[in-house]
């Protein structure tokens, strides 16, 4: 009987070991677990902390490229570095974040079939040199994308900031200028030391930059072009044509890969994102204005009633077409769509003189009541609210059916020489100086006011805008002014004092210009 118990006994204390034993291996695991769910968390944490930071990061990149006020906005080229994005914590932040920026800007290719405003994937002939995400330009039409492959662009988002989707033709260049930024945020720091406990991100975002382009005067030995802010940001950088003398009238720009700046002599001139090149118009007259709604519909207009069409390959002087209005000279023109063009000119038989193209003819329009004048820019927001400017302080609106006489005794009486909107509550004008002081007038919907914040004292010959808050105006003496929403300011260029004579701004109003990409590092 004692055996049994001894027996008993020793089994309990094996038993009691066995059981400590267990205890201990579970007590040793959850004490693991825990400690491992509450790294886990602490990482997670610390990785959703890095990426709100790694976000603000590119936001602020983002403002850093936007800024109205040129003299205080970073390049794409100096965003790292820069004190603002390089290792910066916000207030009561958790962690730095640093961004950095790297230009894309690829040799401009084309479409290689049509498209319509609804295709989800664009074919280019080459794409090799697009960035692999943004954003692209095609006739005023601004496209996101997010995928590439081979040539092409993968379920691209349609019309956006503002844009609207349409058609496109066969061959129409694709342009592209843009700023990726990335931005790395870190918590605690950027590179924790040791055993601290951190995380880390990085995000990529790309955001469009803008572009203009301003043409002149020639001086003596080449055709004056500056482009604003390519390849050089926040510069103008000389474009100049050598081996031709002519004066440039007129430039417009349809996007980065595409524009035309027409002159004296039947001069025709391309960009087609990589270079200028001469184009033969088959007329010797000075054109005075062109305008294109799409890369295959452009029109120009000149002297002695020339009027020339762009089809897309060819320039053709216009007979037919323009046989019933007045011989003389027309200055700007304007299109809302392929039938819906003004055109102002010269005076002819006592009225001023606007035509309309209704995509068969030009006729003249003889509603408008006002004495006789020249006009000499016209810019429409709709096909019912179009204003045209001249001489003596003329403004003329159109309202869908008549040019009507719009009273503007308050402004300064000179020639008024060009005209654009941003949209119907705000448009600019300029003109001629006077009383010491550039004239520039601004529409805000209700009336015209001047604006006296330029400083300068120059006869302003053209104007354009690509927002509320980014507007060039240019004029005589290599005069180019910049508006940043508040103020018209001075910015110098390389023409010395040549005259220039017309611009046209590329942009656009909202940034970023695509969705932020995460990458795991």
Known sequence: MMKYKQSQAGFLIVAAIVLIAIFAVIGVMATYFVNNDMLSTTNHLGSEQAFYIAESGLEGGAHQLSISNIANRTTCATVAGNANLTNFTFDNAKGPFTVTGTIQSPTASTLSGAISASTTTIALNNAATYAARGRIMIDQELINYITISGNNFINVQRGVAGTTAIAHASGAPVGQYQCLLQSQGGVPTLSPAGNTIGGKRWLNETVQLPMTIAVGNNNGQAMSIIHWNKPVELAWNDFSVSGN?????????????????????????????????????????????????????CWAVGNQRSFDFWNGSNWTVQTTTVSSIPNVAYNSVYCIATNDCWAVGNTASGDDLMVHWDGAAWSRDTSNPTPSVNLNSVWCVASSSCWAVGVSRT???????????????????????????????????????????????HWNGLSWSQDTSSGTNQNLSGVSCYSTNSCWAVGNNATTLYWDGSNWTTVSNTLGSINVNSVSALGVATQPASAWQEIFP
């Open 245 to 297: 003398t002519k004066d440039l009238n007129s430039i417009f720009a349809l996007s980065y890969a595409d524009a035309w700046a027409v002159g004296q002599t039947g001069t025709f001139l391309h960009w087609n994102g990589n270079n200028w090149t001469a184009i033969a118009s088959g007329d010797n007259s000075n054109y005075n204005g062109v305008y294109c709604i799409a890369s295959n519909n």
């Open 395 to 441: 403004f003329l609106l159109w309202t869908g059916s008549v040019w009507v006489d719009y009273s503007v005794t308050k402004l300064p009486d000179v020639t008024y020489t060009g005209i654009t909107c941003v949209n119907k509550n705000d448009c600019w004008a300029v003109g001629n100086r006077t009383g010491g002081n550039s004239v520039l007038v």
